[in-house]
């Protein structure tokens, strides 16, 4: 699995490394998607999922960015969010950096909102884009935000979606390396 990552090698400090063979399959799939994780989240689920934004803000970068290609001062909006089942339990935290001069106008208008996942602005916006999976691993949170302040140990990735051959985000995942138990995906 590890060749689906193009960066593993240059994954940050403190993530270590995970054995696929001790992961479940929706750990396994939360890992790789190149899709709209929301998505996803609620077809295993089988109920929506609400974006809980814990924190936006725009700034400029203080240093180059190499993975988002991006010089010091360049515009970023940077978004901390949570996706919670109906269900109210926290399912995934993102954290997003996203180059302002590079996604179109209905997107930025779209994360001004800030109830919408990232991935359905681009679809509903007709932005043609990929994924490129950066790193994954496996930490350990010391200070979480409320939403997932019972989140010890996580599952980590990193990816940036790129579009017109450049990146316009980079995204980090995390969730729970023991997957929350819901009254509706027990059902299934």
Same mark, same amino acid.
């Given at each position: 699995?590890?060749?689906?990552?193009?960066?593993?090698?240059?994954?940050?400090?403190?993530?270590?490394?995970?054995?696929?063979?001790?992961?479940?399959?929706?750990?396994?799939?939360l890992l790789t998607?190149?899709?709209?994780?929301?998505?996803?989240?609620?077809?295993?689920?089988?109920?929506?999922?609400?974006?809980?934004?814990?924190?936006?803000?725009?700034?400029?970068?203080?240093?180059?960015?190499?993975?988002?290609?991006?010089a010091s001062g360049?515009?970023?909006?940077?978004?901390?969010?949570?996706?919670?089942?109906?269900?109210?339990?926290?399912?995934?935290?993102?954290?997003?950096?996203?180059v302002m001069d590079?996604?179109?106008?209905?997107?930025?208008?779209?994360?001004?909102?800030?109830?919408?996942?990232?991935?359905?602005?681009?679809?509903?916006?007709? !932005?043609? &884009? /990929?994924?490129? %999976?950066?790193?994954? @691993?496996?930490?350990? #949170?010391?200070?979480?935000? *409320?939403?997932?302040?019972?989140?010890?140990? !996580?599952? &980590? /990735?990193?990816? %940036?979606?790129?579009? @017109?051959?450049?990146? #316009?985000?980079?995204?980090? *995942?995390?969730?729970?390396?023991?997957?929350?138990?819901? &009254?509706?995906?027990?059902?299934?």
């Amino acid at each position: 699995m590890e060749d689906l990552f193009i960066a593993q090698g240059q994954r940050p400090a403190g993530l270590e490394s995970v054995k696929w063979t001790e992961l479940d399959a929706i750990q396994r799939v939360l890992l790789t998607a190149d899709g709209t994780v929301t998505q996803l989240i609620e077809a295993y689920l089988s109920q929506p999922v609400d974006i809980v934004v814990l924190g936006q803000q725009i700034r400029q970068l203080e240093h180059d960015d190499p993975w988002l290609v991006a010089a010091s001062g360049t515009e970023v909006c940077e978004r901390q969010v949570v996706l919670c089942g109906r269900d109210r339990v926290a399912y995934l935290h993102a954290v997003s950096s996203i180059v302002m001069d590079r996604v179109p106008a209905e997107v930025a208008s779209g994360l001004k909102q800030q109830n919408e996942s990232i991935g359905r602005l681009l679809l509903q916006c007709g !932005v043609e &884009s /990929r994924r490129e %999976r950066l790193w994954y @691993g496996e930490e350990r #949170l010391d200070a979480p935000p *409320e939403p997932i302040r019972d989140w010890s140990e !996580v599952l &980590s /990735r990193a990816y %940036r979606i790129v579009s @017109g051959g450049r990146p #316009l985000m980079l995204i980090e *995942e995390r969730f729970p390396r023991v997957w929350p138990s819901s &009254s509706s995906s027990e059902e299934s």
